[in-house]
């Protein structure tokens, strides 16, 4: 998914709601925005691909 780049200018009074903006959006669209940003900053931040951090094994107990 690629976000493209839009300017739009508004007067000060005239200028819409970020919420409505994404409440126009389907679930799916903003799970990928918010995963988008979070690679990004991850990416930004510390400098690396973020991962699972531990690996867990469940094991059957009886």
Do not use: H
Request: hydrophobic share 30%; net charge positive; proline share 2%.
């Amino acid at each position: 998914m690629t976000i493209s780049k839009v300017i739009k200018i508004y007067n000060m009074n005239e200028q819409p709601n970020d919420f409505s903006f994404w409440q126009s959006k389907s679930y799916e669209e903003r799970l990928n925005a918010l995963e988008q940003i979070r690679k990004e900053y991850n990416s930004w931040r510390y400098d690396a691909e973020q991962g699972f951090q531990r690996v867990y094994r469940i094991v059957k107990q009886k």
